[in-house]
């Protein structure tokens, strides 16, 4: 059984069966029941829906401060608002000298926290690197390098971390000295955990931007790239790559991007 129903307090408003997209719970005798179907996979739309309290999931038991009541009729952000900050929103490259941190790493996971996931997996993993990040680039390198006869970028990160060449900026970090890696056994999850804790960075007045060269390591060498991490699942894979820091430069205006596609049928 996955539920904590108390009967006492419970209505059998049937708001419960509604939103229980397994069909775990029905009302009998104007009380709603666990079917223990063993379908339930701990989403949490029948506490959150609950009007008296009256259910509460065994697996979240330890966490009873995490249960929020809102209003439901109220947004607490404006549609253009959001749209504007949406649009002003740009890659960092340029990082001030100072750090970030873990108080405000912990107030960015929160948004990764909240993150949906498919079949509410909740699978994703985080590294924050900080003083290993010279080694795990070293590593990205002795792994991607097989490619850097195709990508110049590779190449060129080569050269920088051999000290050849006239580099001002380290060619995969640029200026950043922090970031967050992302792991998970769907892509997807691992993406939209990071872009929630990404928008949560620019309007704390942080930024970053991805590197897709960095996540080629995992995808050439997976078992190599996973032996640096330990203490992450080795079924997960890392599907993100997010240099942050504090901007120390600040844009002006928007820039127009390539017209998007939308079919209607």
Known sequence: ??????????????LCETVCIRDNIQIIDKKAVEVDNGDCFDCGHCLAICPTHSISL???????QRVEDYNPREIPIDSEDLLQFLKQRRSIRWFKKKKIDKETFDKLFEAAYYSPSAQNAQDVEFVVLDEKLDDFMHLVYDIIKVEEDEFFRIK???EYLRGEGNYKNHPLLWEGTQMILSFSKSQANALIANTRLELLAYA???GGFY???TLKADELNHDKLMEFFPEVDSNKHMYSA???GYPRVKYRRTVPHKKINVYYK
Not at 1 to 14: D, P, V
């Open 1 to 14: 059984m996955k539920l904590e129903i108390n009967t006492e307090t419970c209505t059998g408003c049937k």
């Open 58 to 64: 065994k697996v979240f038991e330890d966490q009873p």
């Open 204 to 206: 704390m007045g942080l």
């Open 156 to 158: 060129q990160f080569g």
């Open 211 to 213: 590197s897709l060269f």
């Open 242 to 244: 997010f240099i942050i």
